[in-house]
Structures are given as C-alpha cells and as structure tokens.
C-alpha cells in the first residue's frame, strides 16, 4: 500500500493537479478544502505527509499545524504563493523546519524528502 498523505488547499484546481500527480506515484491522496475540513481529516487518520495551504478559510494553515501539533508529529509541508518575507516571524514560533521554507522557495524537494515519502 503506498504512503497517505493530505493535501489541504482551498484551490480546487491546485488540489485536482497535486492528487493526480502524487496518485501517479502510488500514493493515497486525501483532499480537504478549509482548516477546519483538514482537522477533521488529521484527527482522523495518521498520515505521511500534510500538504497544507497557508490562506485557507475558517482556520489559516499555520492554525491548523499548531492544532495537528497537539494531537500528532506527521510531517507537514506549508505551501504558500506568497514570499518567504511576507511569513518572517509569523512561523517562528509554528511547527514547521526551513527545509520545508526552502522546498516552497525553490519548488524542490530535497532528497531527504523524496526518501521520507518513498520508505
């Protein structure tokens, strides 16, 4: 069975290209639309790996890493469209890494990741 992972984006088309592209590599995709849909979906099942949109409605994606932190430790990757300074200081104190910053930055992953997903 192939990695699960969740992927949280209030942009319907984003989430239809990302589930068909990580469906392409084997794995199950789980698709939430808002912060509050993608905690009921964590809560619900222990994934892989979150994919999760900093703007999303009701909560934003930082709201819901801190909330996932208090119940869970699965990886977490924050996309966002905007820059990596319009976040300086409003992460700082979230529970995400600067690998993750620097996967969004450059639209990479690094091997670590690519590993992480495939074992």
Same mark, same amino acid.
């Given at each position: 069975?192939?990695?699960?992972?969740?992927?949280?984006?209030?942009?319907?088309?984003?989430?239809?290209?990302?589930?068909?592209?990580? #469906? !392409? #590599?084997? %794995? #199950?995709?789980?698709?939430?639309? /808002?912060?509050?849909?993608?905690?009921? @979906?964590?809560?619900?099942?222990? @994934?892989?790996?979150?994919?999760? /949109?900093? %703007?999303?409605?009701?909560? +934003? &994606?930082? !709201?819901?890493?801190? !909330?996932?932190?208090?119940?869970? $430790?699965?990886?977490?990757? %924050?996309?966002?469209?905007?820059?990596?300074?319009?976040?300086? &200081?409003?992460?700082? $104190? !979230?529970?995400?890494?600067?690998?993750?910053? #620097?996967?969004? =930055?450059? &639209?990479? =992953?690094?091997?670590? +990741?690519?590993?992480?997903?495939? $074992?």
């Amino acid at each position: 069975m192939g990695k699960r992972i969740l992927v949280v984006d209030d942009e319907k088309l984003i989430v239809k290209g990302i589930r068909f592209s990580l #469906e !392409q #590599e084997g %794995m #199950e995709v789980d698709c939430a639309y /808002d912060g509050e849909e993608a905690l009921e @979906y964590a809560k619900a099942c222990e @994934y892989d790996l979150v994919l999760l /949109d900093v %703007m999303l409605p009701k909560l +934003d &994606g930082f !709201q819901v890493c801190q !909330q996932i932190r208090e119940f869970s $430790d699965m990886p977490v990757v %924050m996309l966002t469209a905007k820059s990596e300074e319009h976040f300086r &200081g409003e992460g700082e $104190d !979230q529970s995400h890494h600067e690998a993750d910053v #620097e996967t969004e =930055r450059t &639209g990479r =992953r690094t091997g670590a +990741d690519q590993r992480k997903l495939k $074992d």
